[in-house]
């Protein structure tokens, strides 16, 4: 009964490929994230959908583009794969719209682009 | 916009050792504040959390106190165990941000035994 899914764990591939990174939750959340670890393990936010709608987008280049088919899941496709977009990939889940509620984070999928 | 900064690491200690991480923040409006914790290969996992002035999270012998006055959330644990070596992350999320969590870079915590 794992609260927040991810896969694949390791994505290994190259240069110019397309991919996609799946994510789900059972926690019945209708808030869900993907972050962007980096190598130095720095966390940053890339986007949050609320009830499927796409409420945050951050500074992300247009190759990656989230889908959100229904309330517990949220994908990450990721167009002309690049270097640079080496790193491990979270998905988080939460309620929406309150002070105060945590977020809970999927195991992480580590993307090597070579 | 939104900030946090914590002490930066790695930080190595003997067991049964107390631990402090420094962590202060800046904000626009009222936020919550989180310490997330990460084991090695894992995700992260919610540690504690305070959501107003003066309130004291609490969590596997950690703390935190939020203390508005001085914008910090330091984290203190008095005896480290070796199972206690992790990274740390102290976070916030705020209304006027969407309630998205704004990161510090991250402490990495080694306990020896």
């Known amino acids: 009964d794992t609260a927040v899914s991810q896969t694949p764990k390791y994505l290994v591939t190259q240069m110019g490929n397309d991919k996609s990174i799946k994510c789900e939750q059972n926690l019945g959340h209708d808030t869900m994230y993907w972050y962007k670890q980096d190598s130095k393990k720095f966390l940053k936010i890339m986007f949050s959908?609320?009830?499927?709608?796409?409420?945050i987008n951050e500074t992300v280049p247009n190759r990656f583009s989230p889908k959100s088919p229904d309330k517990a899941h949220l994908n990450l496709h990721i167009n002309s794969l690049e270097l640079g977009d080496s790193a491990v990939y979270f998905c988080?889940?939460?309620?929406?719209?309150?002070?105060?509620?945590?977020?809970?984070f999927g195991p992480g999928t580590r993307l090597t682009v070579t | 916009g939104d900030s946090v900064t914590q002490m930066e690491g790695p930080v190595t200690l003997s067991e049964e050792a107390f631990l402090t991480i420094n962590c202060t923040y800046t904000a626009t409006g009222y936020p919550s504040l989180f310490w997330y914790v990460q084991y090695p290969g894992e995700g992260l996992q919610l540690l504690l959390k305070?959501?107003?002035?003066?309130d004291k999270g609490s969590n596997k012998g950690f703390e935190a106190t939020y203390r508005k006055e001085t914008t910090s959330f330091h984290l203190e644990k008095g005896s480290v165990q070796v199972s206690d070596s992790a990274v740390y992350f102290c976070?916030?999320?705020?209304?006027?941000?969407?309630?998205?969590?704004?990161f510090g870079a991250g402490t990495t915590v080694t306990v020896r035994a």
């Open positions: 959908y609320n009830n499927k709608e796409l409420i």
């Open positions: 976070a916030l999320s705020d209304r006027s941000n969407d309630y998205k969590l704004s």
């Open positions: 988080a889940s939460s309620h929406s719209g309150g002070r105060g509620y945590e977020q809970y």
């Open positions: 305070a959501t107003k002035a003066d």
